[in-house]
């Protein structure tokens, strides 16, 4: 369930979700919230994702983050052009 701040998230998991993705969140509301849901819901799986990019990943990993999503690698990706001849 993707959740924009601490108190969505802990009503997601309390909901019963698997996985919590706390999107957008600061570095330091984001490690707060992940630590709230880990405390009250130990086997919820939390994800950081949203506008976290290589030079910033150090700062949304952590103790309670289980999964970070990088978009980056995805949408901002150079383009290769290439040919196959068989």
């Not at 998230?9 to 957008?24: E, H, R, S, T």
């Not at 150079?78 to 196959?84: G, S, Y």
Request: proline residues 6%; charged residues 15%; aromatic residues 2%.
């Amino acid at each position: 369930v993707e959740c924009s701040n601490a108190d969505e998230a802990l009503a997601a998991a309390g909901a019963g979700a698997d996985i919590v993705l706390l999107d957008n969140l600061a570095p330091q509301e984001l490690h707060a919230a992940a630590a709230q849901v880990k405390a009250a819901h130990p086997g919820v799986t939390v994800e950081a994702s949203g506008g976290i990019v290589l030079g910033t990943l150090p700062q949304f990993v952590g103790p309670h983050i289980d999964v970070v999503s990088m978009g980056c690698l995805t949408h901002s990706a150079p383009a290769l052009d290439f040919a196959l001849r068989v």
